[in-house]
């Protein structure tokens, strides 16, 4: 499986951002998807992730800021990120969730 992560950069507070990850490899349509993060010093941590039936899930931190969708005609998993915040500043990583594998990921810095 290879996973191409897109959509980094600096942010203001406030800002938004989305995150686009193409997956080649695999049947994208019938795995789950998830976006991971790690913050500077801090261990890597699930954001959201999203199953083949569209199903969401969302850490208690971005809930209500983050929307993780899914474009199976494109193999494009995305990540809508809203009312970014400092501490949301970390590499995101997209993943497929039965897949070991990890692409290289996007920087995301929000600062002011």
């Known amino acids: 499986v290879q996973l191409q992560a897109s959509g980094g950069g600096l942010v203001q507070p406030g800002g938004s951002l989305q995150l686009s990850c193409t997956v080649s490899?695999?049947?994208?349509?019938?795995?789950?998807l998830a976006w991971y993060r790690r913050a500077p010093g801090k261990e890597r941590e699930l954001v959201a992730q999203?199953?083949?039936?569209?199903?969401?899930y969302y850490r208690n931190a971005v809930k209500g800021r983050f929307t993780i969708s899914r474009d199976n005609a494109k193999n494009t998993v995305y990540l809508q990120m809203n009312n970014l915040r400092p501490e949301d500043t970390a590499v995101y990583y997209c993943?497929?969730?039965?897949?070991?594998?990890w692409g290289q990921g996007t920087q995301v810095t929000v600062s002011s």
């Open positions: 993943k497929v969730s039965s897949y070991p594998s």
């Open positions: 490899g695999i049947s994208f349509s019938t795995n789950g």
């Open positions: 999203i199953s083949q039936n569209e199903a969401t």
